[in-house]
């Protein structure tokens, strides 16, 4: 299956700060999601992106698929963007079905 | 728009017990997940259904879990009997095919005493 790696494990930024979370992952993909869990443990997706660029709000993706890659920026953080984030690969070779990483844990401080 | 809605939210039993969770997903989302997530890791897919069809149980232990989704809709998880290795979260999520955006419910803690 698909091997997917997330970093850093953790994160602490001042209200504020401006962060990026990357995702590493071994094989080609055409699914990629990036998510949010809230503290009271509830997942919310954030972006789509197998490949190219997003933006909503605050928050941007840009996943280079052929360099098996996935970024996640986080602008003037506040204290409800702390949680687990969550990135999640879907390929061939796992017959699509998403596979999540480990996390990047976030705790803003105000 | 309802999103996927999902009972009980927590639930403790001792092992050997059976226990059953149940999912509503959105409206119209054809393809419905169970996930497994220990605390600490990220979610680990247990079963997949397209419409009320299994499309991948690969990862579901099956001797002690089941899960059904008739007509298509509701989807019900259970296990028994239960072990204190399955205390986890089991999040339930939707989407309108297997390669689209997933949406998750608020999840069932298990707690396995």
């Known amino acids: 299956g698909i091997q997917v790696e997330q970093s850093p494990p953790d994160l602490i930024l001042q209200e504020g700060a401006n962060s990026t979370l990357r995702c590493n992952f071994s094989?080609?993909?055409?699914?990629l999601q990036w998510f949010h869990q809230n503290p009271w443990g509830q997942l919310i997706n954030l972006f789509y992106?197998?490949?190219g660029t997003k933006q909503n709000g605050r928050l941007s993706a840009t996943t280079v698929a052929t360099e098996r890659y996935s970024l996640l920026y986080i602008s003037s953080s506040q204290t409800t963007d702390s949680g687990v984030y969550f990135c999640a690969v879907g390929g061939v070779s796992n017959d699509y079905k998403l596979s999540f990483g480990a996390g990047t844990t976030v705790t803003v401080r105000a | 728009e309802a999103g996927v809605a999902q009972s009980p939210r927590y639930k403790i039993i001792e092992k050997r017990q059976s226990v059953a969770f149940w999912c509503n997903p959105i409206?119209?989302?054809?393809?419905l997940y169970w996930y497994q997530q220990i605390l600490g890791q990220g979610p680990k897919l247990l079963i997949q259904?397209?419409?009320?069809?299994?499309?991948?149980d690969s990862q579901l232990p099956k001797d002690r879990f089941s899960a059904e989704r008739l007509k298509g809709v509701d989807s019900t998880l259970k296990i028994q009997p239960a072990k204190l290795e399955d205390s986890a979260v089991y999040l339930c999520?939707?989407?309108?095919?297997?390669?689209?955006?997933?949406?998750f419910g608020p999840g069932t803690r298990l707690l396995v005493l």
């Open positions: 409206s119209g989302h054809a393809t």
């Open positions: 999520a939707s989407s309108t095919n297997s390669r689209e955006t997933q949406y």
């Open positions: 992106i197998p490949s």
């Open positions: 094989d080609s993909v055409n699914n």
């Open positions: 259904f397209q419409n009320n069809g299994v499309v991948d």
